[in-house]
C-alpha cells in the first residue's frame, strides 16, 4: 500500500514538473481560450508549429482556410516556400502590411525567433 502511494506521488510529481518546463508557453503570448480549428484531428495539436499558433492570438485573424481578416494559411502555404521561411518568421514578429493588402498585421514582439519558425514551418505544411 505505502509503495502504491509513493508511486502516485512520483507521477504526480513527474507531471507537475513537466508542465512547468512547458516550451510552447511564452510571456508574451496571449493566454486566451484557443479557438476551435477546423482542422483534421490527425492534425490538430501534432505539430508544435500549431499548437504555438492555437496558444497565441493569430486565429482572431486567420484561419486555415478561409480569409479572415488575413490571409488563409492555406493561402500563405501557396504563397510561399521553404526560401521565404526567415522572411515570414520577421512579419511575424515585427508585424508589416503590403503583401495581401493595407490590413496590417500586428507585432509579436516578444515571440522567440524559434517558435514564429515553428509556426511558419507548420503553415508550410498546408501547401497543397
Ligand atoms: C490583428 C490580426 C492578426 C493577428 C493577430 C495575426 N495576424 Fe498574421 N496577418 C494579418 C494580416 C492582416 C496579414 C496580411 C499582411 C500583409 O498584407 O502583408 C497577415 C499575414 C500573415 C502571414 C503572411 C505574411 C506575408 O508577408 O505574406 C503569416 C505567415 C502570418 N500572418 C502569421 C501569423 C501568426 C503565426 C500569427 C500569430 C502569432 C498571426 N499571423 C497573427 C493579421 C493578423
Request: aromatic fraction near 4%; proline fraction near 4%.
Amino acid at each position: 500500500m505505502n509503495r502504491y502511494i509513493l508511486v502516485c506521488t512520483a507521477l504526480i510529481l513527474a507531471s507537475c514538473g513537466k508542465n512547468q518546463a512547458d516550451p510552447n508557453k511564452e510571456s508574451n503570448i496571449m493566454l486566451e481560450e484557443p479557438l476551435v480549428v477546423a482542422v483534421d484531428s490527425a492534425a490538430a495539436g501534432k505539430h508544435k508549429g500549431l499548437a504555438l499558433i492555437e496558444g497565441a492570438d493569430c486565429l482572431t485573424c486567420h484561419k486555415i482556410e478561409t480569409r479572415v481578416v488575413g490571409p488563409s494559411y492555406q493561402e500563405v502555404a501557396d504563397k510561399y516556400t521553404e526560401a521565404d521561411m526567415d522572411m515570414l518568421a520577421t512579419k511575424i514578429i515585427d508585424g508589416g502590411k503590403g503583401n495581401w493588402g493595407e490590413i496590417p498585421m500586428t507585432p509579436h514582439a516578444g515571440m522567440s525567433r524559434e517558435n514564429a519558425i515553428k509556426m511558419v514551418e507548420y503553415i508550410l505544411t498546408l501547401k497543397k
